[in-house]
């Protein structure tokens, strides 16, 4: 009987021992957890202080500040972006390229992603209306970390074709397609930017080379049948108006000359522009189709000694 009651208390007083450790072990763990909210929340409101004093610097244009205040956020979230990218556009404003190199390497020993750095970095620099610093900057990394090159130059090949600046485009697309010469996309803007400059034999060159394996590319399918059709109607009416200009024309040599044209020339004009209008179909496609199918080698007609 004793030994009964002795075992009950025991085991009551064990299972109160056992609930006080666990609400002493709980309050702890709601405390900790509180600090920890507490720690984070003041972390939080700091960065928000910090991000709102670097735009403020920013938009003063007080470079040093910049950098400053930059430095303390990648300390607090050295993953964030933002303060890479404002400290990179110091810098450069700055001409301070060592840093710029420190905070790039900086910025991938975070693991922050290259493409969302150099995208904050491009709209800053649209918000502040300087795309000499975009562009300045670019180069700098460019040539100060060779083992990012390509995708820097994928930048200011985007950039360059952007702003027209053809020249600069060719360059940098021919760097590109050194490395990666099978590249449709870079073939395509190294194109069109010698086409914009009228240099239009190597243009088409290029485009017919991208249409061997991009197929169905409608923005190139257009152009070429655009261009030929041009080109075509240009040659049949220079022979019309060689034709007239003759004294004494022989009919068959000219009316050769536009079949071989007819013959040898227009069927794959058509044959662009039939794949275009099968991908969009458009009046204005048809009715050049239509134009072109109803050609015919018939030379100007004769009246009252001239020729029409």
Same mark, same amino acid.
């Given at each position: 009987?004793?030994?009964?009651? +002795?075992?009950?208390?025991?085991?009551?007083?064990?299972?109160?021992?056992?609930?006080?450790?666990?609400?002493?072990?709980?309050?702890?763990?709601?405390?900790? /957890?509180?600090?920890?909210?507490?720690?984070?929340?003041?972390?939080?409101?700091?960065?928000?202080?910090?991000?709102?004093?670097?735009?403020?610097?920013?938009?003063?244009?007080?470079?040093?500040?910049?950098?400053?205040?930059?430095?303390?956020?990648?300390?607090?979230?050295?993953?964030?972006?933002?303060?890479?990218?404002?400290?990179? /556009?110091?810098?450069?404003?700055?001409?301070?390229?060592?840093?710029?190199?420190?905070?790039?390497?900086?910025?991938?020993?975070?693991?922050?992603?290259?493409?969302?750095?150099?995208?904050?970095?491009?709209?800053?620099?649209?918000?502040?209306?300087?795309?000499?610093?975009?562009?300045?900057?670019?180069?700098?990394?460019?040539?100060?970390?060779?083992?990012?090159?390509?995708? +820097?130059? /994928?930048?200011?090949?985007?950039?360059?074709?952007?702003?027209?600046?053809?020249?600069?485009?060719?360059?940098?697309?021919?760097?590109?397609?050194?490395?990666?010469?099978?590249?449709?996309? +870079?073939?395509?803007?190294?194109?069109?930017?010698? +086409?914009?400059?009228?240099?239009?034999?190597?243009?088409?060159?290029?485009?017919?080379?991208?249409?061997?394996?991009?197929?169905?590319?409608?923005?190139?399918?257009?152009?070429?049948?655009?261009?030929?059709?041009?080109?075509?109607?240009?040659?049949?009416?220079?022979?019309?108006?060689?034709?007239?200009?003759?004294?004494?024309?022989?009919?068959?040599?000219?009316?050769?000359?536009?079949?071989?044209?007819?013959?040898?020339?227009?069927?794959?004009? /058509?044959?662009?522009?039939?794949?275009?209008?099968?991908?969009?179909?458009?009046?204005?496609?048809?009715?050049?189709?239509?134009?072109?199918?109803?050609?015919?080698?018939?030379?100007?007609?004769?009246?009252?000694?001239?020729?029409?």
């Amino acid at each position: 009987m004793h030994r009964n009651c +002795f075992s009950i208390n025991f085991a009551v007083v064990t299972n109160l021992h056992n609930k006080q450790l666990a609400t002493g072990y709980m309050k702890r763990l709601i405390y900790t /957890i509180l600090l920890f909210s507490t720690a984070l929340s003041a972390l939080a409101t700091s960065y928000e202080r910090l991000t709102s004093r670097m735009d403020d610097h920013f938009n003063h244009a007080e470079w040093k500040e910049v950098l400053s205040t930059s430095t303390q956020m990648v300390q607090l979230r050295p993953a964030d972006v933002v303060p890479y990218s404002t400290a990179l /556009i110091a810098a450069q404003f700055l001409e301070d390229i060592p840093t710029e190199n420190h905070f790039l390497e900086l910025s991938q020993r975070n693991r922050v992603h290259i493409d969302s750095l150099l995208q904050q970095v491009y709209v800053r620099t649209r918000l502040i209306h300087n795309a000499q610093v975009y562009e300045g900057l670019l180069h700098n990394l460019k040539s100060n970390n060779k083992w990012l090159a390509r995708v +820097f130059n /994928i930048y200011l090949l985007d950039f360059y074709a952007f702003a027209r600046k053809t020249n600069q485009t060719i360059a940098i697309a021919d760097e590109l397609l050194e490395v990666t010469p099978n590249s449709n996309r +870079f073939k395509k803007i190294k194109a069109d930017a010698l +086409f914009y400059q009228g240099k239009h034999e190597e243009a088409i060159a290029l485009y017919e080379d991208v249409l061997k394996s991009d197929t169905d590319n409608y923005e190139i399918i257009t152009l070429l049948g655009a261009y030929y059709s041009t080109q075509d109607c240009k040659h049949l009416q220079e022979i019309d108006s060689l034709y007239l200009q003759d004294a004494q024309p022989i009919d068959s040599v000219y009316i050769a000359r536009k079949q071989h044209i007819i013959d040898n020339h227009l069927p794959r004009t /058509i044959e662009l522009l039939q794949r275009a209008y099968a991908t969009r179909p458009s009046k204005h496609l048809q009715s050049e189709i239509a134009r072109l199918q109803a050609i015919t080698p018939t030379l100007p007609v004769v009246t009252q000694g001239k020729r029409k």
